[in-house]
């Protein structure tokens, strides 16, 4: 296969600065006029008018009002609402519906006036449109990702009238060209619409094929034999033609390919459950009734007992499956489906957590990337079934992502009644992670088997929907079936998941099955990392620079990393013979996994195993581990509106200070300043814990922590004269900070030195989507 669009030269011609009218630059808001009376009743009048937008991303619930769509009356920004169907808008409010704005005014006001209507996701998505808005280089402009709906799409972007020419491209025998072609619809409708377009391929200067595109998001299939030219070096290019005129003529071609068909291509298709215990299978030891399509799919495949991931929640461990790297060696422009793409290979993939979106790097690299907030099983299983279908004759790689075993649960009957008694009165509706942990412990104990009931019921419908779909493939085709973390239900006092590294949300299920894979059961440790070495190694392709290794081939004993947490205190965790060290919150334990598979009897560690462990750490992370000070806020409000200033002073200052992993982006980040860690007072949270290097860790003398809040005072505190020997490798001082009942505890322990981190945040258009899912608080 020659991919066109993915590091194969090609000439750019006739590229415009713009494709908008006479030149025009994308609006940042639109006038609303010629409103129309939906309703007049009691003195109020409802009115409506077309948004003028194509999309709208709701998010989670169109009760909310989408993330940068604002209304405005006469200058004023109008409030938001948003009411049943049957239900009349509250006076002076304003809402979106089915691509109308709807406005509910005080008759004697009148229609609407000076109404202007601003949307950031529409503006945003047509300026990458246009090439003079978009600030990209010509190529980059030309190949980089397009999001503009729900789907993000790779390939080739060709406004009218732009072409693309290839050079000395050597047809393959019976080789075909192909692609998708799409005609994009203008994000802001103000009354101009492309009129219609045509992609044309030529070969050799001389037109071959010519496909129409209508106006209003129309896809076309291209399949357009080359055999006649097979084994000739040709010009090949492809050139967009607009109708009348060139405006809005937005087209895309989905990763353009010049293939030979294949009667049976490779298929590479990752089948992702998010939150999916491995207990929770009957392959695994549950209830052969629980999910009996997955295990007998199972039967002749290589399932991996003893299979880990490297973080308990979803976005540092689907990182990991797709790179076969460490989470912070994250490269979204070489994973797994940047790399098949290279060698021609379609990549879809569709996700429903909203960690998962393009916002967090994750769909940038594939040919189509969908992304639908908790889209069912079903849902999930027909677009999976829509890419095996669309392109029978060409290597694909597919990833179907599935939400079933996570909250919030939603499972349908007969699944619903299946095996969970009545709904616990504790729960009083609660069904989120914020509402379940607040609930005392008499109320944990009464819900717990309500919810790990409904928990397997969402396993057992996702199992049943999953037939369809693990009938679909043959032998030759390569099936990875996997999980990102597994689910807590108390077992160390904790429910959900992101807090924790015990084995109830480190262990998962790893399933293969396909070509050159062995049908057998192995219990040697495996990680998510080793997913992308192993479908590399089936389709003969190297490997290089990865953390992880195939599956297939013999697996080297080697220690296991975890930690990357979501919430509370920093945590870190190495597993290595059986022997698991844990390590955060200032303390230290060690499990014998052999002996003590539930982690139950926890050992206190010697500084000498302390510093064995860290080293194993260290080579399992592959950067260093450093004996370090721990310095915690500890005591009520940790995290308050009005956190103070920390300042922290040693005569030998530090070689370096960081703050514990923080996924959100939500820490002030300290600063040495002349042998000073400050912790400034910003617009985001003090840090709870915060790492210092120093020079030396056992010299604790001299050692000043300062604490100040806005418009007070600053205190000082100081070590008693007894605190070096109370640090004796893990011990613990605390300090009367004087600012209520906030203290200070300070503690030697061991830390992995800090890397940048690849997540800038959260993603203000998911920032709802990740509450309902118990992410934030």
């Not at 000498?608 to 721990?630: D, K």
Request: negative net charge; contains cysteine; aromatic residues 8%.
């Amino acid at each position: 296969m020659i991919p066109l669009s993915r590091g194969l030269e090609f000439e750019v011609r006739g590229l415009p600065s713009t494709s908008r009218p006479e030149g025009a630059a994308t609006p940042t808001e639109v006038p609303l006029t010629d409103w129309v009376v939906a309703r007049d009743e009691d003195g109020v009048v409802e009115w409506r008018v077309p948004t003028q937008i194509v999309h709208v991303d709701f998010g989670h619930s169109t009760k909310k009002r989408p993330q940068g769509l604002q209304l405005k009356l006469a200058g004023m920004s109008l409030p938001y609402d948003r009411v049943a169907d049957d239900e009349p808008l509250p006076v002076d409010k304003w809402s979106v519906r089915e691509g109308l704005v709807r406005v509910r005014l005080a008759k004697e006001d009148g229609p609407p006036a000076d109404a202007v209507l601003s949307y950031i996701g529409a503006t945003s998505a047509e300026k990458r449109l246009n090439f003079n808005e978009a600030d990209l280089e010509t190529v980059e402009f030309i190949t980089g990702s397009l999001q503009p709906g729900r789907d993000a799409m790779r390939g080739l972007y060709l406004p009218a009238p732009t072409e693309v020419v290839w050079q000395d491209l050597v047809v393959p025998k019976r080789g075909v060209v192909g692609f998708e072609a799409t005609l994009f619809e203008a994000p802001w409708q103000t009354g101009v619409a492309s009129d219609g377009a045509e992609v044309v391929l030529s070969i050799d200067g001389e037109e071959v094929k010519r496909l129409a595109l209508e106006h209003g998001g129309h896809k076309r299939l291209l399949r357009f034999d080359v055999s006649k030219w097979a084994g000739q070096s040709v010009e090949l290019s492809f050139r967009v033609d607009g109708g009348e005129s060139d405006d809005l003529d937005y087209v895309f071609l989905e990763e353009p390919v010049v293939y030979t068909p294949k009667k049976d291509p490779t298929r590479v298709v990752l089948v992702f459950v998010d939150t999916l215990r491995a207990d929770a299978l009957g392959v695994y030891g549950a209830s052969p009734e629980d999910s009996p399509n997955i295990d007998a799919w199972a039967e002749d495949a290589l399932v991996f007992e003893n299979a880990r991931t490297v973080a308990p929640w979803t976005l540092p461990s689907a990182r990991s499956a797709l790179s076969g790297r460490q989470p912070e060696r994250w490269d979204a422009r070489d994973n797994l489906p940047a790399r098949l793409a290279r060698e021609g290979f379609l990549t879809r993939g569709s996700v429903a957590n909203a960690f998962l979106d393009t916002p967090f790097g994750m769909g940038s690299a594939w040919s189509r990337y969908t992304y639908g907030f908790v889209a069912p099983a079903t849902t999930q299983i027909d677009r999976a079934l829509q890419a095996l279908e669309a392109w029978p004759d060409r290597d694909l790689l597919l990833m179907v992502h599935f939400m079933e075993p996570h909250l919030p649960y939603r499972e349908p009957e007969p699944y619903l009644s299946k095996w969970a008694p009545p709904q616990p009165e504790a729960l009083d509706g609660r069904m989120n992670r914020t509402g379940i942990q607040g609930l005392s412990s008499s109320d944990q104990a009464e819900v717990e088997p309500y919810l790990r009931a409904r928990y397997r019921q969402n396993v057992s419908y996702l199992d049943a929907e999953l037939k369809r779909l693990l009938a679909f493939f043959d032998d030759d085709d390569l099936v990875v079936f996997y999980s990102d973390h597994g689910e807590e239900f108390w077992e160390h006092g904790e429910f959900e998941h992101g807090h924790s590294l015990h084995e109830e949300v480190l262990r998962i299920p790893l399933i293969v099955k396909g070509r050159g894979v062995p049908s057998q059961r192995r219990s040697n440790p495996v990680t998510l990392m080793d997913i992308v070495p192993t479908v590399l190694d089936v389709l003969g392709l190297e490997a290089e620079g990865l953390d992880g290794t195939s599956l297939i081939r013999a697996i080297p004993d080697r220690p296991q990393a975890f930690g990357h947490l979501l919430y509370g205190d920093d945590a870190w965790a190495v597993l290595d013979q059986g022997r698991k060290w844990i390590i955060g919150g200032g303390k230290e334990r060690i499990y014998d996994l052999f002996h003590d598979p539930g982690e139950l009897d926890a050992e206190v560690p010697t500084i000498e195993q302390s510093a064995a462990f860290a080293q194993t750490l260290a080579a399992a992370l592959g950067r260093p581990v450093h004996p370090v000070w721990r310095v915690a806020q500890i005591g009520p409000n940790k995290h308050v509106s009005s956190p103070p200033e920390m300042r922290i002073m040693h005569p030998q200052g530090f070689l370096d200070a960081w703050t514990a992993y923080d996924p959100l982006d939500s820490l002030e980040p300290p600063v040495i300043d002349e042998g000073t860690v400050r912790m400034a007072v910003g617009k985001r949270r003090m840090p709870c814990e915060v790492y210092l290097r120093p020079n030396d860790v056992e010299d604790f003398e001299g050692l000043v922590v300062e604490i100040k809040r806005p418009r007070e005072k600053a205190i000082q505190i100081a070590p008693d004269e007894d605190a070096s020997a109370a640090l004796d490798g893990r011990g613990k001082l605390l300090l009367n900070t004087g600012v209520g009942s906030r203290r200070v505890s300070v503690g030697a322990t061991w830390a992995p030195e800090p890397v940048a981190s690849t997540i800038d945040g959260v993603a203000p258009e998911r920032e709802d989507e990740l509450r309902v899912l118990g992410y934030l608080d």
